[in-house]
């Protein structure tokens, strides 16, 4: 196999939350053609947080670009100066009010196609409360699961959130 090779690059779009970038390329059988993809998107964290009882939260919120609420994990975009598990802690915070003691489970990239972007994931337990500090546009519903609950949201496609299930896979394999 051989890689891509980049010949030229062109950014179509300059946005605080989004660089668009358009790059001509060479393909492994000489063909050129145009690629787009996002730059400069940094990477996320997210967070399965378990309390003593054995309920994961799971949080439900409006996604308006496909205008519905979703359930998802606490988690967020981790900040240039922050290690991944810094990020972790600090979006559960502000999401959740809550901290505890992180466990990395892994990584996965959120679109391969487009980006570089990766979701670090991690297992909180000991869960203690600290002060929320919620992000002005974001309304979140918290919800606790047991596993088993959850693994049934699964199956009857009330969970269908790409990035909680990639999540509940990285805990899943952790434990088998």
């Not at 030229?8 to 053609?33: C, Y």
């Not at 901290?99 to 000991?126: C, H, I, P």
Request: some cysteine.
């Amino acid at each position: 196999m051989k890689k891509w090779r980049r010949i030229d690059s062109t950014t179509l779009l300059d946005h605080t939350r989004l660089t668009v970038v358009e790059d001509k390329v060479e393909l492994p059988n000489g063909i050129e053609t145009k690629y787009l993809h996002f730059s400069e998107i940094a990477d996320a964290a997210m967070v399965l947080a378990c309390n003593s009882g054995g309920k994961f939260l799971v949080q439900k919120e409006y996604s308006y670009p496909p205008d519905e609420f979703l359930h998802q994990l606490p988690g967020g975009e981790i900040n240039q100066v922050e290690l991944p598990e810094a990020g972790a802690a600090r979006e559960l915070a502000e999401e959740s009010g809550y901290a505890g003691e992180l466990t990395a489970l892994g990584w996965f990239y959120l679109n391969n196609r487009r980006s570089r972007q990766k979701m670090y994931v991690y297992l909180v337990t000991d869960l203690y409360e600290v002060a929320k500090q919620p992000d002005p546009e974001e309304f979140i519903q918290d919800f606790w699961f047991t596993e088993d609950e959850i693994d049934t949201m699964i199956r009857e496609n009330e969970i269908y959130n790409y990035t909680l299930l990639a999540g509940w896979a990285l805990y899943k394999s952790k434990r088998a």
